[in-house]
């Protein structure tokens, strides 16, 4: 695969594979698709042993191998852990390219850091340009990739001058923009240019860029205005609340949240009648409203949302089928319940509710 990848590429990079253990043989398949003897890197074992020193921890035997490189590289630095990685050129024939093969470790955040602190610089002190690359990702929420991408197939043609592209995470929908230019500024200003138009096309289905997320754009939002919110949750089973509370700062605006899973705990402690329980049945409209508002009122929230749905495998019927959920936000307003149906798994419906619970905040406070 090494020696695939030096025949079709510039840079090549490798992550995983070089620990001390005997399914670690990245060192070894590099040395060999290289052609070179495998060596100890003597600075490398030092740094070792007082890694372990410090911390009064013996060195077995095999966590010298750690150490070792294809003969001629250069050691990768991992302050955050003990797997070091390596680097070296490779002259190709055919055409008369030298490659750059990078080894760096699997664990993510030392594979990230080593990558960032390490490889980016040297690639950028090597290369040869011949244009600037800008880069923007738009995060939607609210609408599936195909009705999404409706909206903007005309601009994903590279009629525009830049690359358009859409890809789903379990999250949320992301759309590209790569725009490129011998000239950075062109680059940027081809960029914000696709980027104005998309986002008037996507209107507010677009939350974020990068790696922005639903929750932390929900809690930015509420601190800025100074609002609050309060759940009442079932079939999420308190979903929405670890993803609120994943965000720092999240405690000026989530005042409470309530699991009310049983039809006793929606009647007691968010105050739906039981009447209306009995009317309608848990899994309705009325009862994810009358939950929203009893939980805006028990916690005095700006905002109060409320979820109740059927999160399977069991306990569907044609009529209230596996995947129905209604979710309810109260505000000044009054209340609005919307109906949605999802797919998958319990687990995939119960964080599709969730995230859509969020959005539907965001909409909201928009």
Same mark, same amino acid.
């Given at each position: ?20 253990? @005997?399914?670690?043989?990245?060192? $070894?398949?590099? &040395?060999? !698709?290289?052609?070179?003897? %495998?060596?100890? *890197?003597?600075? /490398? ?93 738009? @995060?939607?929420?609210?609408?599936? $990739?195909?009705? &999404?991408? !409706?909206?903007?197939?005309? %601009?994903?043609? *590279?009629?525009? /001058? ?102 006793? &705990? ?101």
């Amino acid at each position: 695969a090494i020696r695939t990848a030096l025949g079709r590429a510039g840079v090549v990079l490798v992550t995983g594979g070089i620990g001390p253990t @005997r399914d670690d043989f990245t060192r $070894e398949a590099a &040395a060999r !698709a290289l052609g070179r003897k %495998l060596v100890q *890197d003597r600075a /490398g074992l030092q740094r070792l042993r007082a890694y372990f020193g410090r911390r009064g921890w013996p060195l077995l035997p095999s966590q010298r191998r750690q150490t070792c490189r294809p003969q001629g590289a250069r050691t990768l630095l991992n302050p955050i852990g003990t797997a070091e990685g390596f680097w070296l050129t490779h002259r190709r024939a055919r055409p008369a390219v030298t490659a750059m093969l990078f080894v760096l470790p699997g664990v993510p955040t030392e594979m990230e850091h080593m990558y960032r602190t390490a490889v980016a610089p040297l690639l950028r002190q090597r290369a040869v340009a011949s244009a600037c690359l800008a880069r923007k990702i738009l @995060r939607l929420f609210g609408a599936s $990739e195909v009705h &999404a991408e !409706a909206k903007i197939e005309d %601009l994903m043609n *590279d009629a525009t /001058g830049a690359r358009v592209g859409t890809r789903v995470t379990p999250a949320a929908m992301e759309v590209s923009i790569q725009a490129a230019d011998a000239d950075p500024a062109a680059a940027r200003a081809l960029l914000r240019r696709v980027e104005r138009q998309l986002r008037k096309r996507l209107g507010d289905l677009v939350f974020g860029t990068g790696s922005d997320t639903l929750e932390a754009v929900i809690v930015q939002r509420l601190r800025k205005n100074k609002k609050t919110v309060a759940l009442a949750e079932s079939c999420t089973g308190g979903g929405v609340s670890d993803l609120l509370t994943h965000v720092p700062g999240a405690s000026d605006c989530l005042l409470e949240s309530v699991v009310a899973y049983a039809n006793t &705990a929606k009647t007691r402690t968010l105050g739906v009648p039981a009447a209306l329980i009995r009317k309608h049945g848990a899994v309705s409209a009325p009862v994810a409203a009358r939950m929203a508002c009893g939980i805006k009122a028990h916690a005095g929230a700006d905002f109060g949302i409320g979820i109740t749905g059927i999160a399977g495998p069991g306990g569907g019927s044609k009529k209230k089928p596996v995947g129905l959920v209604y979710i309810a936000v109260a505000d000044a307003d009054g209340v609005r319940v919307k109906r949605y149906v999802f797919g998958g798994s319990r687990t995939t419906i119960k964080r599709r509710a969730a995230n859509t619970a969020l959005n539907l905040l965001r909409l909201a406070l928009t």
